[in-house]
């Protein structure tokens, strides 16, 4: 049967279209020769490998089993980030959209609906993630289904974007090996958080699959969202206000329910405590192995605040990423703050269990969560 008949979910978006569009518009990489480029990959590796002992030094984490310790470093292009995130997005989505299949097969006009809407949101999803290729340094890919040219399924995958890298380093005007090593020791830490905390990533599964599940908009809500962004990618935003208008919506706002809410919230404090952890262990490293580090985060802030201009902002609005700009800013504020009172043996108490995980009011006060997990003992 074609994936993409009207009797399959697959049918709500074109994956392939979305795939082939993003590839069509994603802006081309900085110019490098071939010798370049190679040297470019062999020290992204090298880095990689470097960052493992550094980050688990500075935090004493390991990787829970020897099946961990063995997820894959692949150095990608635009059009490799761009593949992985459609397979891992195809998979986390699948049980939203079985659910808006279902509505939509009961709805009149539904079978056109079908066949224009998939193909509809597959060129405004490429168009999307053409937006976002450019700009991702590099990713611990959590749900990494199979794919032929991006092994690792299932256990994870850590994903550098070379020309991403390279582009920033020259922007930044940065020495470009401490630029490419510091970048490295953030996503590591990332794969170190996943590895050395074996339930964390069905933690995280089950807490977006539950936000899946409580999801109640019909497929027209949903073609309307990306629609706006698309918009806005291409220049034409909707007119119902400007970058800096408080109105802006983002995906977020497909939250419907109280429930959806408190999901949400848990979502947003594990996050938040993610991100701020690897940006506080970059950092914390960094003197030690990295001897222009403070230049590079000074200058590296100022650009994750400024963005590029009102196009700019209007797509970060819409996809959400003031909100990851806050998620580092707050989870860095939370490490430091809890390192500080109990250090780093007691920050680790986090990773015992869900229930030791900050809440997102305890990501606002530290001394909140440690009164909570401190005073008690470890299960």
């Not at 062999?42 to 390991?62: D, F, I, N, P, Q």
């Not at 974007?161 to 510091?182: G, K």
């Not at 969202?225 to 970058?243: H, I, M, S």
Request: avoid cysteine.
């Amino acid at each position: 049967m074609n994936p993409l008949s009207l009797g399959s979910p697959d049918s709500m978006v074109d994956w392939n279209l979305a795939v082939a569009t993003a590839n069509r518009l994603v802006r081309p990489g900085p110019e490098v020769s071939r010798d370049e480029a190679r040297a470019i990959v062999a020290e992204l590796r090298r880095h990689a490998r470097a960052s493992e002992e550094h980050v688990r030094s500075y935090t004493g984490l390991a990787p829970a089993d020897a099946a961990s310790a063995d997820t894959p470093v692949l150095i990608v292009d635009r059009p490799g980030w761009i593949r992985a995130n459609v397979a891992g997005f195809r998979q986390l989505l699948a049980p939203l959209l079985e659910r808006m299949h279902e509505r939509r097969a009961s709805a009149p006009g539904g079978a056109v609906l079908g066949a224009v809407g998939g193909k509809l949101a597959g060129v405004e999803v490429g168009m999307l993630l053409s937006f976002m290729a450019s700009r991702v340094l590099g990713q611990y890919e959590t749900f990494a289904p199979a794919a032929p040219d991006l092994p690792g399924a299932g256990g994870g995958r850590l994903l550098l974007v070379a020309p991403n890298i390279v582009h920033v380093e020259r922007e930044l005007d940065v020495e470009p090996h401490d630029f490419r090593l510091w970048v490295s020791l953030h996503e590591e830490t990332h794969r170190t958080q996943f590895t050395a905390v074996p339930w964390l990533r069905d933690h995280l599964e089950g807490e977006i699959h539950a936000f899946l599940a409580e999801t109640d908009v019909d497929p027209a809500t949903l073609l309307e969202r990306l629609r706006e962004a698309a918009q806005a990618f291409t220049g034409r935003p909707n007119g119902e206000g400007d970058a800096g208008d408080e109105g802006g919506r983002s995906f977020v706002d497909l939250v419907q329910t109280p429930a959806q809410r408190d999901v949400l919230d848990r979502l947003t404090a594990v996050m938040s405590l993610l991100e701020g952890h690897a940006d506080v262990v970059m950092d914390g490293v960094g003197p030690g192995v990295v001897p222009s580090v403070r230049e590079i985060r000074e200058k590296f802030q100022k650009r994750r605040q400024a963005g590029a201009g009102k196009l700019d902002q209007v797509l970060r609005r819409l996809l959400g990423l003031d909100a990851k700009l806050r998620q580092y800013r707050d989870g860095a504020r939370f490490v430091r703050a809890v390192v500080d009172e109990v250090g780093m043996d007691g920050f680790n108490r986090v990773w015992t269990s869900p229930n030791t995980l900050p809440t997102k009011a305890e990501i606002a006060r530290p001394a909140d969560w440690v009164a909570r997990v401190h005073r008690t003992p470890e299960p």
